[in-house]
């Protein structure tokens, strides 16, 4: 429970194994989180603004097939509760794994309320990475100061727009989010701060 969302750590630069794999345990959980994390109802009005921006974005990335989200049973080079990966198709294309193992694990402790907005606020730390596709397409050929600085610079703004906002409305979230959050204030929110980068480059170390 406790890493079950530190471990978003690890979505982008892991090796995307598998692919779509059919009828595995896990997969009608998936989809129908999917569509619930998904909908544009009033259930889902609490998301931050940032969650509502990135989640919109891979909604028209999406339908214009410009991005393709597939689920795989796990991975191989992360820890179970590791829920998405992403990377780059050799066509270029942006691509987002979900694990369905993460998936059956994380069912397991949180309601349903908290599956989905772990499963939304993946998805923006995904669409955050997104935003620097060059770096993204390097994949494991990035450096690890490349890796390192777009974890920190992913997680500072996916702390402060999304993470820190539902925090302060009260809702659920991991100690090891909350740490990160507190970091960040200590540092008055500046991503170059020392303990922060260095807070980050711990949380990333399975990266390396
Ligand atoms: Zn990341």
């Known amino acids: 429970m406790k890493t079950i969302l530190i471990a978003l750590v690890t979505l982008c630069f892991c090796q995307v194994v598998g692919g779509q794999v059919r009828q595995l345990p896990g997969e009608q959980i998936y989809r129908r989180l999917h569509v619930e994390a998904f909908s544009h109802g009033s259930e889902n009005a609490y998301y931050p603004t940032l969650v509502q921006e990135k989640l919109e974005w891979i909604r028209v990335e999406s339908f214009a097939g410009r991005l393709i989200i597939i689920h795989a049973e796990r991975f191989s080079n992360a820890s179970a509760s590791t829920i998405m990966a992403s990377d780059i198709t050799v066509d270029g294309k942006k691509r987002i794994v979900v694990s369905l193992e993460s998936i059956r694990v994380s069912s397991a402790t949180l309601t349903t309320k908290e599956l989905k907005t772990h499963y939304a606020l993946a998805m923006t730390h995904e669409a955050i990475h997104f935003e620097a596709y ?20 992913t997680w500072h703004r996916w702390i402060i727009g999304a993470v820190r906002p539902l925090l302060q409305t009260g809702h659920k979230m991991s100690p090891g989010l909350k740490e990160v959050n507190e970091v960040l204030k200590r540092c008055g929110d500046d991503a170059r701060c020392v303990e922060f980068v260095m807070e980050i480059n711990m949380r990333t170390v399975q990266l390396k």
Not at 134 to 153: C, F, S
Request: aromatic content about 0%; glycine content about 4%; hydrophobic content about 25%.
């Open 134 to 153: 060059e770096t993204i397409r390097l994949g494991r050929k990035a450096t690890p100061n490349q890796r390192v600085n777009e974890e920190v610079r």
